[in-house]
């Protein structure tokens, strides 16, 4: 089972919805790895959606190619990462019109990203769906170097730029895509807390 | 009468000092013996002379100390002011906001001189003699809101209104109670007080959204926030947190009086008016505990409250450690004679401490 | 915190000024023109603002709404077009009939409920009739900032085109004009179509066009948020009633001609208000009891909230029943 229940949390937190079909001039639908299952169940409500739709795909290792690639959407692209494709997700955007509709699905770092590119293009972050599946995983920003951490699993962690050991807030950045780390031994250095896995 | 400014630090040896005028100045934030939250909100027309409310933007002794000590978390950090693109205008909405009410107020040390759009600006604390094209950004140092914001004490957010929401879209930030425009920025009002516990429960962001929303042009709006720090620090970031957390950890019974400082915001709200966007400027004021006390009703009140607080406030305000430490010290200075309402001190009207 | 215990004045500030032209467009628009009486220059504003303007009917004061419709640039003098409303409750009859050149008037400190998004990439503004009104603030502040826009505006005649010859004029590419009588109407869904990403659309007139508009821009994929409409409704005649004010401890009677507002206005009690057309929620009112039916009208509260009996907007809302008792 992809699909994960986030505990209720704070307000700044992203809550994920379940992708549906929307009346639109054009659909751009961004996946990486079970994000592909959100996809062909959307396809299942509405394969006239994905007849007009581009996807862009990020496997990670999974095996949803074939399967993806069967609905026949009129554009599709499968990269080898989320940076990979970001040159292309920005055209795509650039020359979009009003009337498209973004559906994001995968990991939160994913939706996270693409999401802040579609506002970035002009899409009011209300009018962007998204779908959690796959990895709990969080995209981490460390607020004392600003550095990013990709996939932290557990808190606190190792910050991957400065060292610095962060405990993990539920406070989210849109505009970063991240998460807030924290410094875990601010006022008592060197007492870190053992690392719990996240929602462990 | 023209202000003497101190020559004083917020950082290192921390010279910073309130002269007997700024502590009888002091906007204390407690009108009776128990703190909650609540939408405190009133005018901003003015207030007590002499009292930090009279004017729009209060200037003190500390300016030109303040103003040093932004010039230097900026050069460390710049993130710390930062607009959104569609923010310029509300940027110049703000400069000439501070501009206008710094020379009416304080025409001895602030001078705009208007001829159409070409503006001659002159701080004579800072002194700087500047001419340049209103609405053009090219004539300016930097973007309009990083410029006038280097000459005002206190905060600066600019939040933009739209779809009855405000956002958190453009600021000058380097007095903050623990909170970062690097990563809040582009945040709705309830995402930035997301981290507040108690208060979305009670409703209070709800009410004060809808408050705030409502705020015209011509009625600004004023209410008071505070925390405590340790050491009178001025950029208690998260970003430095690594750096000054372990300050918390220095105080002593011996050096609490004077390393204990009660944090006070002012937060004002202003509708701008090309933009409509709301200017909220958060101007912080420190005071030692040892200052604060020789107000024996405010030495009363601050020992009631912070005994009674709530658990949940005190660690969200950071000193649910230090709290026995801050009780003993305080106890000293509360004979549990009863204090009168409101803010002010009534020096004339309020018993010396009786034991 | 009561530093200096001030009780808010119910709306916005006000300005006294002088009516320094009145200039009939054409047979049902008359643009009012007015200048500070103390001289200093007005407040700037952002496109799409709007004054109350008091009026002093023969010991009737009237309160209504008008767009600000002067260059918000230009502090030397605001304006507002009063479109003629033979049917209405007095207050366009008031201006057309009686106010001169001269004359001292009040009106309020601007209040934009129908601003410009800033961070749009072109703005597509639709007017209908005296709708156009917001639009001419807008344009002048775009104007200034190099923004781009459009404007679609439908009027019902030639010789009611409030405008059209003057913005055709300066803006010939950008201003295009659909006539009701002529069978010419707005192409809404080609415009909406292949516009780019982070157009906003604006809406300004009857509320059968604002409402066709936000349903055709949602069919046609647009975010809601990206569709602007500002409709002030005028409140409604309805049957008299009345209604007991806890707070000044005082029951008055609400005419047939006159809002719940204005009824406690005329009895002396202090209500909050700003836009006194059911979208600000300045005065929302909390209902203490009621024995009866509502009759809502505004845009401010939800459905739940219409529903639930417990609040009330007096502007625009009205009450039929037994009884009513409200927490002012």
């Known amino acids: 089972m992809s699909k994960f229940q986030f505990p209720e949390s704070i307000k700044s937190r992203p809550v994920y919805g379940t992708l549906e079909p929307r009346p639109g001039k054009a659909h751009l639908l961004i996946a990486d790895a079970e994000g592909a299952e959100a996809i062909l169940d959307l396809a299942a409500q509405d394969a006239d959606l994905i007849a007009k739709a581009h996807i862009i795909f990020i496997p990670k290792g999974t095996d949803y190619s074939d399967k993806l690639r069967a609905l026949n959407p009129a554009q599709y692209y499968e990269g080898p990462s989320y940076e990979a494709s970001l040159q292309r997700l920005r055209h795509v955007l650039a020359h979009a019109h009003q009337g498209l509709q973004v559906y994001l699905t995968g990991t939160e770092g994913l939706m996270g990203q693409a999401q802040n590119e579609a506002m970035q293009a002009g899409i009011p972050h209300t009018a962007i769906q998204t779908e959690h599946r796959g990895s709990v995983a969080r995209r981490m920003q460390c607020v004392h170097c600003k550095g990013i951490t990709e996939d932290v699993m557990h808190d606190p962690f190792q910050c991957a730029h400065c060292g610095l050991h962060l405990f993990v807030r539920d406070h989210y950045s849109r505009r970063l895509a991240a998460f807030q780390g924290v410094r875990v031994d601010a006022e008592d250095p060197g007492n870190i807390p053992d690392p719990v896995e996240l929602y462990s | 009468m023209t202000i003497q400014f101190n020559e004083e630090t917020f950082r290192d040896d921390y010279s910073f000092r309130n002269s007997e005028w700024a502590i009888k100045r002091f906007p204390f934030p407690f009108h009776e013996d128990s703190y909650m939250y609540s939408v405190n909100m009133e005018q901003h027309r003015g207030g007590p002379e002499g009292s930090v409310y009279e004017k729009r933007f209060d200037v003190d002794e500390h300016y030109v100390s303040e103003m040093r000590d932004r010039a230097m978390v900026l050069a460390d950090d710049p993130l710390r002011c930062q607009s959104l693109p569609h923010m310029t205008l509300a940027g110049w909405d703000t400069l000439e906001l501070i501009m206008v009410s710094k020379s009416e107020d304080y025409p001895d040390l602030f001078e705009l001189h208007r001829d159409g759009d070409r503006w001659r600006w002159i701080n004579k604390p800072m002194g700087i003699d500047h001419t340049f094209t209103f609405l053009d950004e090219t004539t300016l140092p930097c973007d309009p809101l990083e410029y006038i914001t280097r000459q005002a004490q206190g905060d600066f957010a600019v939040l933009d209104q739209r779809d009855e929401m405000l956002y958190m879209d453009a600021g000058m930030i380097t007095t903050q109670a623990d909170w970062s425009l690097d990563f809040d920025i582009g945040m709705d009002f309830f995402e930035w007080h997301a981290p507040v516990p108690l208060a979305h429960e009670m409703g209070i962001f709800k009410r004060a959204l809808k408050f705030l929303l409502n705020i015209q042009q011509g009625a600004p709006a004023r209410r008071l926030n505070w925390t405590m720090t340790v050491n009178p620090l001025l950029d208690t970031s998260p970003e430095n947190y690594h750096k000054w957390g372990v300050q918390k950890t220095t105080l002593t019974p011996e050096n609490i009086g004077s390393k204990q400082h009660l944090r006070v915001e002012l937060q004002t709200f202003y509708r701008l008016p090309r933009s409509n966007a709301l200017l909220f400027p958060i101007r912080c004021y420190l005071i030692a505990f040892q200052d604060l006390v020789s107000m024996p009703k405010w030495g009363r009140r601050l020992h009631r409250v912070i005994r009674d607080l709530p658990e949940e406030l005190a660690t969200y305000k950071g000193f649910i450690d230090n709290r026995p430490m801050m009780l003993d010290y305080l106890s000293k200075f509360d004979d549990g004679l009863p204090t009168s309402p409101g803010v002010f001190p009534d020096l004339e009207s309020e018993p010396p401490l009786q034991k | ?328």
Not at chain 3, 243 to 267: P, W
Not at chain 3, 291 to 297: M, Q
């Open chain 3, 1 to 328: 915190m009561s530093a200096a215990p001030q009780k808010a004045k119910p709306g916005a500030e006000q300005i006294p000024v002088t009516v320094s032209a009145v200039v009939p467009l054409n047979d049902l628009v008359t643009r009012f023109e007015f200048k500070r009486t103390d001289g200093a220059p007005f407040p700037t504003f952002s496109g799409g603002a709007h004054t109350v303007v008091t009026m002093q009917d023969d010991g009737r004061t009237r309160l209504n709404p008008y767009s600000l419709m002067s260059d918000p640039a230009d502090t030397s003098t605001y304006a507002i077009s009063v479109r003629r409303d033979d049917q209405g409750r007095g207050g366009s009859l008031f201006m057309h009939t009686r106010v001169k050149v001269g004359d001292e008037m009040t009106l309020t400190y601007p209040v934009n409920l129908f601003s410009l998004d800033l961070r749009a990439r072109k703005h597509l503004f639709f007017a209908g009739g005296i709708g156009i009104t917001p639009f001419m603030s807008m344009i002048a502040q775009l104007e200034r900032m190099n923004g781009h826009w459009e404007l679609h505006y439908a009027v019902r005649t030639e010789a009611l085109g409030t405008y059209v010859d003057e913005l055709r004029y300066k803006f010939p590419n950008k201003v295009h004009v659909y006539y009701d009588d002529q069978n010419d109407a707005i192409p809404l869904e080609s415009l909406l179509d292949g516009q780019p990403l982070g157009t906003n659309a604006y809406v300004c007139g009857p509320k059968g066009m604002i409402d066709w508009v936000h349903a055709t821009a949602a069919a046609s994929g647009w975010p809601d948020a990206q569709v602007h409409s500002e409709e002030f409704m005028a409140p409604q005649p309805g049957a008299p009633f009345e209604v007991r004010l806890c707070k000044s401890d005082k029951t008055i009677k609400v005419g047939e001609n006159e809002s719940l507002l204005e009824a406690m206005e005329r009895e002396g009690v202090e209500a909050p208000f700003l836009c006194r057309g059911g979208a600000c929620g300045q005065c929302e009112t909390d209902v203490v009891s009621y024995d009866g039916e509502f009759v809502h009208r505004d845009h401010w509260l939800d459905d739940d909230q219409h529903a639930s009996g417990q609040k009330i907007m007096p502007c625009v809302s009205r009450f039929v029943g037994k009884s009513l008792e409200l927490d002012r």
